[in-house]
Every structure is written in structure tokens, then in C-alpha cells.
């Protein structure tokens, strides 16, 4: 009887397994007894939303947007299956009374099935609204209202209603799984040096576990918010085996360089999908970690004593994957400059896939689900975009208004695959219209950097995959004939727009080395050059009407060619 019921358990985890759609991420209850589900996902480049709505009946079900919770101004839809068919149609609610369909129609079924006394109806529209009928889908919180009934009568639904408000474009799960702890990593009593920028690293064993455990949240834990600007955890390779404290990159930390966890200014908590932890224990559970801690002291402050880190929640229940961080986009170093008086200049980091072979034995796909994205003071605006075969397919991820006070780690809506042999392009747009004199790349606030924290499963021993220019190359076409003549230029030079735009071009046009490395620091790197990114403009609100005048366009085109043929 035990070895059945194992044979039943593992069943039952790999169907459940086998149900995650990538497409849906996200779930949530939307009432008590749990006989209302509704899972999402969403595309912010394609500005597109997915839903799928289980419901307990064979009945009619309804959905929508509430601004206030009730039926009032609310936006919603209608659907089911009835002696007729299907039906699904977009309506708008005046009061207490029954929704009006919408002149427009700008939800899109895309599946109702009904089985097993259980609705399900899976259905897409536009995040903007399109329609004065709609309601806007935005960042902030918004009340979903629901309602269903036991027939398909579509009449007065008594008590199977509810309402639930959430924040579907930045939704953050909350479980509290059984078997469930937190551990801290932070400093202790550090007394912060009075210098503008300074990074503290501090190399220690986390707590040891007997057996594998998945992290499943983590949190900031921040003492002194005016100075600490952003926090790394690295997992150190096999050869550090002593603690250490100190002063970043003076010694054996700048060896530990695999990104296991990342928070920025302004950002919150972070917790992973449901199929996904970041692993620790077990096969891990003797690696040493180094924090790292950039804090940033303008006005260099004496005696501030700061305990900062990140708290980690964790489970001994393992989720089907392990998560991983990859640091990705241009490599952290002064040997590319950001002139002054620039209105919008663009820098280049480029991760290609095709190399990860030569540094992994068993690579995979890697399937992204969160970024963080990351520049200092002069970035405005930062990209990733995606390459196969030679053509972009997609906008990884995009931040068209970055803001240095607000970073966090966000989900991207929908997990995304990037495939073996891809390439990643990050681009970081600056602004520098303030500056008299030029910004170098580098570690200090008012150095500048353009990086790219991307969350993946499953876990590869992977740390990073990054570029740089390829210098001689970038001093050769400049007229220069050794470092010492090209930073003369670079510092004697006239920067205008024409300049600016020159020393542009010429950054992207030449060749980049491109560098991949694993958790043991083993590495490889070959030459390459940067592929143009483009944006990719979301796809337009088409309303019921467009479309009807679109069918009515095609029938008379068909009738036209129809006539000629005679």
C-alpha cells in the first residue's frame, strides 16, 4: 500500500506539473470556498492580458473591473455553455441591474469548455483601454468582481458574487507553505565609512540544512534607507573557504561572482512562481556567500552604524524547478565613457547564448520569468532585447521611464523562453545634458553601469554573460594609436550632438567581446558584434466595430477579385 500511494503522489505532482502554463503564471482564489480561480499572465510589450476563469458550475459565469467593488461602472464579461453553445460577450454595468453589451467588443475568447461541473473560459484584451465601456488595467490595485449561476439563465446571481482586489500587473504571491523558516544575511554593526560611494562585502557559510530546502521569498531588510543604495548576494566558488569582511574587490570576494539575490533602492519583497525556488542545502549547503552592500553617503555622514541584508523564506516542500540569477548586459569597467551634454546616449551590453556550451557540460533553455533592471544616476530608459536566427522576436523586458530611486525585481507577466544559440541585448539610454565632463563606467552612484538581473529556471552553474567594446578597436577608429592618445582625445574633444552621435556609432559598430562565465569562474570569450534593437510597438486596440469593417473590407475584396475572373 505505501509503494501505491507514493506511485499516486508522484502522479499526482507530475499532472500538476504537467498543468502549468507559461502563459498563466499567476493564480488566485477569488472567493472563500475556492470554487472561483482565476489565473492571468500578461505582456506588457505586446500590452495584451490573459485570463483563464474556472468556475464550479455548468452554469453561466461572469468577470470584470469594479471601480469601486460593486456592480456600478463596472466592466465585465458574460460566458458560457448553453443548449445553444457558447456565448461570451463584453459588457458595462450601469447600476444593480443587467450589464449592457458593449457596442465594442474588445474581449477575445479564446476557449470555454465545460466539464465536470466546472466552467472554464480563457479570454484576452487589451491592457489599455480602447472603449469608454472599459476599464483601464493599470500598476495599481484594482477590484475584480465576479458572479456565476446555476444555469444558464443569465438572471440575478443571489450570494455567488464576490469581489477581490489585486494588483494583476504587479502582483507579488504570498504563500506560507508548511515547513516553513527565514534566515538573515546582513551586517552587523558596520560603521559606514563618511565616503560617497563605498561597497562592503562580507563572505559567510548561510545557516546549514540536512537536506535540500527551496527559498521561496525574499525580503529586504533595511536599517538605513538613506544610504543604502542596492544589495547582492553571490554564492562563492568551492576554493573560499573562510569568512572574510572588507572593503568590495580588494581581495579573494572578487571571486565569488555567481548572483544569487538582488534588491535596488526603492524596491520591496520578491517571491518566486509557484514552480520555482532558489535552492539552497542539500548539494549547496557548504558554499560560503558574499553580501554586498553599495552604500551611498552624499554627504558623508560620520559614525552611521548600519545592519542591512535580505531575510530568506524557506521550505523543505521543493517546487518542480531550481531558480537561478543570471548577470547579464555590459560589463563593469572604466573603459567606456558616457560624454557630457548628451540628451539620450545609448550603451550596449550583449549576452549570446551560443557560447554558454563552451563553459557548461549540460546547458538548457533558459526559461525567464523576473528581471531587475540596473543603471545609476544618468539612466533614463533600459531594454533587453531578444534575438533568433539573426532577427528579433521580442522585448525581453523594458523600463521606458527607469527611475534610479525606484529598482525592484518584477515579474515579466509570462515566462519567457530564450532558447540556446539567442542572443540578449541590453540597451541603457542616459542623460547627461547636466554633466560637464565625461562619466565613466564603474562602480560609483555617479559612475554609470547597465546591467540586466534576470530570473530563470531551471538553475544552471551559470554567473554571468556580459560584453565589452574591443578598446584597440574602438581606439583605431577613433585616430588613436595607444590608451594614453585616445583619452586625450576623449577628454579634449568637443562634445555636440554631432560628436555625441559620432562616438555613438562607433561604439556599436565595433567588435564587442563577449564573455561567458560559470559558477567556477571558467570562462570564454570570443568576438562579436551588436545586432540592431528596434521597439516593438504593442499591438493596437482593434474594437468590434474595426473588425466587422475589417470582414466587410475582405468580402469585398474577395467579391472584386471574384468579378475580374469573369
Given at each position: 500500500?505505501?509503494?501505491?500511494?507514493?506511485?499516486?503522489?508522484?502522479?499526482?505532482?507530475?499532472?500538476?506539473?504537467?498543468?502549468?502554463?507559461?502563459?498563466?503564471?499567476?493564480?488566485?482564489?477569488?472567493?472563500?470556498?475556492?470554487?472561483?480561480?482565476?489565473?492571468?499572465?500578461?505582456?506588457?510589450?505586446?500590452?495584451?492580458?490573459?485570463?483563464?476563469?474556472?468556475?464550479?458550475?455548468?452554469?453561466?459565469?461572469?468577470?470584470?473591473?469594479?471601480?469601486?467593488?460593486?456592480?456600478?461602472?463596472?466592466?465585465?464579461?458574460?460566458?458560457?455553455?448553453?443548449?445553444?453553445?457558447?456565448?461570451?460577450?463584453?459588457?458595462?454595468?450601469?447600476?444593480?441591474?443587467?450589464?449592457?453589451?458593449?457596442?465594442?467588443?474588445?474581449?477575445?475568447?479564446?476557449?470555454?469548455?465545460?466539464?465536470?461541473?466546472?466552467?472554464?473560459?480563457?479570454?484576452?484584451?487589451?491592457?489599455?483601454?480602447?472603449?469608454?465601456?472599459?476599464?483601464?488595467?493599470?500598476?495599481?490595485?484594482?477590484?475584480?468582481?465576479?458572479?456565476?449561476?446555476?444555469?444558464?439563465?443569465?438572471?440575478?446571481?443571489?450570494?455567488?458574487?464576490?469581489?477581490?482586489?489585486?494588483?494583476?500587473?504587479?502582483?507579488?504571491?504570498?504563500?506560507?507553505?508548511?515547513?516553513?523558516?527565514?534566515?538573515?544575511?546582513?551586517?552587523?554593526?558596520?560603521?559606514?565609512?563618511?565616503?560617497?560611494?563605498?561597497?562592503?562585502?562580507?563572505?559567510?557559510?548561510?545557516?546549514?540544512?540536512?537536506?535540500?530546502?527551496?527559498?521561496?521569498?525574499?525580503?529586504?531588510?533595511?536599517?538605513?534607507?538613506?544610504?543604502?543604495?542596492?544589495?547582492?548576494?553571490?554564492?562563492?566558488?568551492?576554493?573560499?573557504?573562510?569568512?572574510?569582511?572588507?572593503?568590495?574587490?580588494?581581495?579573494?570576494?572578487?571571486?565569488?561572482?555567481?548572483?544569487?539575490?538582488?534588491?535596488?533602492?526603492?524596491?520591496?519583497?520578491?517571491?518566486?512562481?509557484?514552480?520555482?525556488?532558489?535552492?539552497?542545502?542539500?548539494?549547496?549547503?557548504?558554499?560560503?556567500?558574499?553580501?554586498?552592500?553599495?552604500?551611498?553617503?552624499?554627504?558623508?555622514?560620520?559614525?552611521?552604524?548600519?545592519?542591512?541584508?535580505?531575510?530568506?523564506?524557506?521550505?523543505?516542500?521543493?517546487?518542480?524547478?531550481?531558480?537561478?540569477?543570471?548577470?547579464?548586459?555590459?560589463?563593469?569597467?572604466?573603459?567606456?565613457?558616457i560624454p557630457p551634454k548628451a540628451k539620450s546616449f545609448l550603451t550596449y551590453g550583449m549576452c549570446d547564448t551560443a557560447n554558454i556550451p563552451q563553459v557548461l557540460e549540460t546547458p538548457q533553455d533558459l526559461q525567464v520569468f523576473s528581471a531587475m533592471l540596473h543603471t545609476h544616476l544618468a539612466g533614463r530608459k533600459v531594454r533587453v532585447g531578444h534575438f533568433r536566427g539573426g532577427e528579433q522576436i521580442d522585448l525581453l523586458?523594458?523600463?521606458?521611464?527607469?527611475?534610479?530611486?525606484?529598482?525592484?525585481?518584477?515579474?515579466?507577466?509570462?515566462?519567457?523562453?530564450?532558447?540556446?544559440?539567442?542572443?540578449?541585448?541590453?540597451?541603457?539610454?542616459?542623460?547627461?545634458?547636466?554633466?560637464?565632463?565625461?562619466?565613466?563606467?564603474?562602480?560609483?552612484?555617479?559612475?554609470?553601469?547597465?546591467?540586466?538581473?534576470l530570473f530563470y529556471y531551471p538553475a544552471m552553474n551559470l554567473s554571468g554573460c556580459s560584453s565589452f567594446p574591443d578598446l584597440k578597436a574602438l581606439q583605431s577608429a577613433m585616430g588613436a594609436t595607444d590608451i594614453y592618445s585616445w583619452l586625450n582625445i576623449m577628454f579634449t574633444k568637443t562634445w555636440n550632438d554631432t560628436t555625441i552621435n559620432e562616438y555613438?556609432?562607433?561604439?556599436?559598430?565595433?567588435?564587442?567581446?563577449?564573455?561567458?562565465?560559470?559558477?567556477?569562474?571558467?570562462?570564454?570569450?570570443?568576438?562579436?558584434?551588436?545586432?540592431?534593437?528596434?521597439?516593438?510597438?504593442?499591438?493596437?486596440?482593434?474594437?468590434?466595430?474595426?473588425?466587422?469593417?475589417?470582414?466587410?473590407?475582405?468580402?469585398?475584396?474577395?467579391?472584386?477579385?471574384?468579378?475580374?475572373?469573369?
Open positions: 500500500m505505501d509503494t501505491l500511494s507514493l506511485v499516486l503522489l508522484l502522479l499526482s505532482v507530475q499532472w500538476s506539473w504537467a498543468q502549468e502554463d507559461p502563459l498563466l503564471p499567476f493564480s488566485e482564489h477569488l472567493d472563500p470556498e475556492h470554487k472561483v480561480r482565476l489565473k492571468w499572465g500578461f505582456d506588457e510589450i505586446q500590452g495584451t492580458i490573459l485570463f483563464e476563469l474556472t468556475v464550479n458550475t455548468n452554469g453561466w459565469v461572469g468577470f470584470g473591473f469594479s471601480p469601486k467593488g460593486g456592480m456600478t461602472g463596472a466592466d465585465v464579461v458574460i460566458g458560457g455553455i448553453g443548449p445553444d453553445g457558447s456565448y461570451f460577450t463584453d459588457r458595462h454595468a450601469g447600476g444593480n441591474s443587467m450589464p449592457v453589451v458593449d457596442q465594442q467588443q474588445n474581449y477575445k475568447l479564446l476557449s470555454l469548455t465545460e466539464s465536470d461541473g466546472k466552467t472554464v473560459m480563457k479570454f484576452q484584451r487589451s491592457i489599455d483601454s480602447c472603449d469608454k465601456d472599459d476599464l483601464p488595467i493599470t500598476d495599481l490595485p484594482l477590484k475584480l468582481i465576479y458572479a456565476y449561476g446555476q444555469t444558464d439563465d443569465i438572471t440575478y446571481h443571489s450570494n455567488r458574487r464576490g469581489t477581490k482586489e489585486l494588483n494583476l500587473l504587479k502582483y507579488m504571491p504570498h504563500v506560507n507553505p508548511p515547513n516553513s523558516s527565514f534566515f538573515d544575511i546582513t551586517m552587523v554593526n558596520f560603521t559606514v565609512p563618511a565616503k560617497q560611494t563605498y561597497y562592503h562585502c562580507k563572505i559567510m557559510k548561510a545557516p546549514t540544512f540536512g537536506s535540500k530546502q527551496h527559498i521561496y521569498r525574499i525580503e529586504p531588510v533595511i536599517e538605513n534607507f538613506d544610504l543604502v543604495h542596492h544589495l547582492l548576494l553571490y554564492r562563492c566558488p568551492p576554493t573560499v573557504t573562510e569568512p572574510l569582511e572588507a572593503e568590495c574587490y580588494t581581495g579573494v570576494d572578487g571571486t565569488c561572482m555567481e548572483v544569487v539575490a538582488v534588491w535596488g533602492v526603492g524596491g520591496g519583497a520578491f517571491e518566486f512562481p509557484e514552480v520555482a525556488g532558489l535552492p539552497i542545502g542539500g548539494n549547496v549547503g557548504d558554499f560560503f556567500y558574499r553580501l554586498e552592500v553599495h552604500y551611498n553617503n552624499p554627504n558623508k555622514s560620520v559614525g552611521r552604524v548600519d545592519n542591512s541584508g535580505l531575510r530568506f523564506y524557506y521550505t523543505s516542500e521543493l517546487r518542480q524547478h531550481d531558480a537561478a540569477v543570471l548577470m547579464t548586459g555590459l560589463a563593469v569597467a572604466p573603459g567606456y565613457a523586458v523594458a523600463d521606458e521611464n527607469y527611475d534610479f530611486e525606484y529598482q525592484e525585481v518584477t515579474n515579466l507577466g509570462k515566462t519567457k523562453t530564450v532558447k540556446l544559440d539567442d542572443k540578449l541585448l541590453v540597451e541603457c539610454t542616459y542623460n547627461t545634458e547636466n554633466r560637464d565632463t565625461l562619466t565613466w563606467g564603474g562602480f560609483s552612484t555617479t559612475d554609470e553601469m547597465c546591467l540586466a538581473f555613438q556609432q562607433t561604439l556599436k559598430s565595433i567588435d564587442q567581446f563577449i564573455t561567458v562565465v560559470d559558477s567556477l569562474n571558467n570562462a570564454a570569450s570570443y568576438k562579436g558584434t551588436l545586432p540592431d534593437l528596434k521597439v516593438i510597438p504593442p499591438e493596437p486596440c482593434i474594437s468590434g466595430c474595426v473588425t466587422k469593417s475589417l470582414a466587410v473590407l475582405s468580402l469585398l475584396t474577395c467579391l472584386a477579385v471574384q468579378w475580374a475572373s469573369f
